[in-house]
């Protein structure tokens, strides 16, 4: 059935979003403690290559992330 493949992917985009809203809270405390984490590396001077080169980010995301994007 034709509709079979489009059920299933609505099944499991239903599936993963009410995990990913269940672990919200976890994802949130992630972030706050790499950028705290990204904030300590800076203080020690580290550049944002380095960190970027650690964390395997590109540098420009590091900044963001530690620009609080």
Do not use: C, W, Y
């Not at 509709?3 to 993963?16: C, H, M, Q």
């Not at 950028?35 to 540098?59: P, Q, V, Y």
């Amino acid at each position: 059935m034709a509709t079979d493949p489009k059920r299933k992917a609505l099944v499991d985009v239903r599936r993963t979003q009410a995990k990913f809203d269940r672990t919200g809270e976890q994802h949130e405390e992630a972030r706050r403690a790499r950028r705290e984490s990204f904030e300590a590396a800076r203080k020690a001077g580290l550049t944002l290559r380095e960190i970027g080169e650690a964390a395997e980010l590109h540098l420009t995301r590091v900044k963001e992330i530690l620009d609080g994007n």
